[in-house]
């Protein structure tokens, strides 16, 4: 479990790629103080269990569901990522649970400045749109933020200048791709809601024996 308050920009050491799957190095300092093997490093986003590592990196192993579904399978030698070591019991919650399970990817459509923040609007697909609120919290590319916008086809946030410091995000460019995580409370009570609504929902007797039966076919 992550809060997106991201701790470290790391760098893409190297990427080996078997088939599906993926090996990727990543050069960092603040994540690996304490580290163990087995520990969870959110990696963009991604919940990333550490299978090795020295003083200044540490490696994990990216399976196919996770390289299908979250934009890793484009990561290079020398890209930024945005790091974040797994939360302990007693730390603040500064941002929002995040659990670090990718539900897509989303595209920058534009950027636009406004005083001393910049808006950042991103295209996504319905599966995620329907899950995302005004006001409520989105983890992008592992960053906790704020959604001030969102209509049927994009999303809104707006980055202060601390969050521009300390991640990625204002880094990339119009049509990069970044990993979208909706807020997880709202998708468990999405869910609770559909299976309530089907299982109230009466079913109707009529169907094609009764249409035939009584002589409407």
Do not use: Q
């Not at 088939?19 to 994540?31: D, F, G, L, P, Q």
């Not at 204002?170 to 089907?198: F, P, W």
């Amino acid at each position: 479990m992550f809060t997106g308050l991201v701790e470290e920009i790391g760098t893409i050491d190297t990427v080996t790629k078997g088939v599906k799957s993926a090996k990727i190095k990543i050069k960092a300092e603040k994540v690996l103080a304490g580290v163990k093997l087995g520990d969870s490093i959110s990696t963009n986003g991604v919940c990333l269990t550490v299978t090795e590592f020295s003083k200044n990196s540490f490696v994990v192993d990216v399976m196919a569901e996770t390289m299908r579904r979250s934009s890793l399978d484009n990561l290079k030698k020398g890209d930024k990522v945005n790091l974040e070591r797994a939360l302990r019991v007693g730390d603040r919650l500064g941002g929002h649970l995040v659990s670090g399970h990718i539900d897509g990817v989303g595209a920058i459509k534009k950027f636009e400045e406004e005083d001393n923040a910049t808006w950042v609007s991103i295209g996504a697909s319905s599966n995620i749109l329907k899950y995302i609120v005004m006001k409520g919290s989105i983890a992008i590319d592992g960053v906790s933020l704020t959604v001030a916008y969102v209509d049927n086809e994009i999303f809104k946030v707006s980055i202060i200048p601390h969050t521009k410091d300390e991640t990625t995000l204002l880094k990339k460019k119009v049509g990069d791709t970044v990993n979208l995580e909706c807020d997880m409370i709202g998708k468990y009570v999405a869910k609770l809601l559909g299976h309530s609504e089907e299982e109230e929902k009466p079913k109707s007797s009529i169907d094609m024996n009764f249409l035939k039966e009584n002589g409407f076919l």
